[in-house]
C-alpha cells in the first residue's frame, strides 16, 4: 500500500475530526462512525508505514496504533490508567512526527507539523489541565488546518 494514501486517509480523517468537534460535539453516533473510521485510518498508517525507517514514520506507526484504539471505545472496555497510555502515546507520535520532518518547507510538511502540535495537545489534555480558553476550538483549527495541507502537499 502507498504512502500517499496513508497520507490521504489522514488528512481526510483530521478534516472529518475537526469538523465533528467543532460542530456536532458529543453526538454519540457521530463518535461511533469517527471511532469505525479512527480504526480504517489506523490500519491504513500502520500498513503505509512499513518499517519505520524515519522518525516522522515512526511518529505515523504510533499515530496508526493509537488511533486503532479506538476499537476499546466503540467496545466499552476501559481500564485503570487507559487515558494515560491513549494521552502518552498520542504526545510520542506528535513527538516524533515533529523531530522526524525534512528541512524543506511544503504545504505537507506545514500539515505534519500542525497534525505534531495536535498529536501533542490532544495527548496533554489526557495528562492535565491545560487551561487554554477554547481549546476543543483550538484543536479543531488544528486538525483541519493540518489535514488539508496534508492533502494539498
Known amino acids: 500500500m502507498s504512502k500517499k494514501l496513508g497520507y490521504v486517509f489522514l488528512g481526510i480523517y483530521l478534516i472529518v475530526w475537526g469538523v465533528v468537534m467543532a460542530a456536532l460535539g458529543g453526538n454519540a453516533t457521530v463518535w461511533v462512525a469517527l471511532d469505525i473510521f479512527s480504526i480504517i485510518v489506523g490500519v491504513i498508517l500502520l500498513v503505509s508505514q512499513p518499517g519505520a525507517k524515519s522518525l516522522e514514520r515512526a511518529g505515523l506507526t504510533v499515530l496508526g496504533v493509537l488511533f486503532i484504539l479506538a476499537i476499546l471505545h466503540l467496545l466499552g472496555v476501559s481500564f485503570a490508567y487507559l487515558g494515560v497510555i491513549l494521552a502518552i502515546l498520542s504526545i510520542v ?13 511544503t504545504a505537507k510538511k506545514i500539515g505534519l507539523i500542525l497534525l505534531g502540535i495536535w498529536a501533542i495537545l490532544l495527548g496533554l489534555t489526557g495528562i492535565v489541565t491545560l487551561g487554554i480558553s477554547g481549546l476543543t476550538v483550538i484543536l479543531a483549527a488544528l486538525a483541519i488546518v493540518a489535514g488539508i495541507l496534508i492533502l494539498i502537499g
Open 93 to 105: 507520535a506528535g513527538v516524533l512526527i515533529l523531530l522526524g520532518l525534512p528541512a524543506k518547507g
